[in-house]
């Protein structure tokens, strides 16, 4: 059995991310989609939120027989290692994202020999990020091009986040 595993912050979750996901878990027999805290950046949504934001997102674009969980103590590998996953699935938007992410795929080669697989994003999508995202949802603007509708009734100024 073929196991890998997203990671991510998922703050929030992107119809790339989602793309990622999708595209995944066509070439695995199990996918794990994990939710990650990044010690570096500041999360609009708590852990809890994101999963069941991640799992209402699925839901909402038929990707099927994907598990979500979350992690934040210890290495992603020892989360890979735990479920028995060969691979690490990092969707890339630029240049930038393949610089950030090499090091970090080298490290977690070397440390577990899981190796990191990069898809590229869709142009359609390539320049949305979950930052870029809270800030045009902070300012008011509309993400609904950029997010499934669980995120868009998330961020509303009514909506669970703020409300």
Known sequence: MRIAVVPGSFDPVTLGHLDVIGRTAKLFDRLHVLV?????????????????????????????GVEV????????????????????????RSATDAAYETPMALVNRDLAGVETLFLVAQPATSHVSSSLVRQVAALGGDVSPYVPRAVVAALQPEGPVRG
């Not at 805290?37 to 994101?50: E, F, I, T």
């Not at 969980?69 to 210890?74: P, V």
């Open 69 to 92: 969980d979350s992690w934040s103590e210890g290495l992603l590998v020892d989360y890979c290692r735990r479920v028995g996953a060969e691979a690490i699935v990092k969707g890339l």
């Open 36 to 64: 990650t805290h990044n010690p570096a950046k500041s999360a609009l949504l708590d852990v809890g939120q994101r999963v069941q934001l991640l799992r209402d997102s699925l839901a909402e674009s038929g990707i099927d």
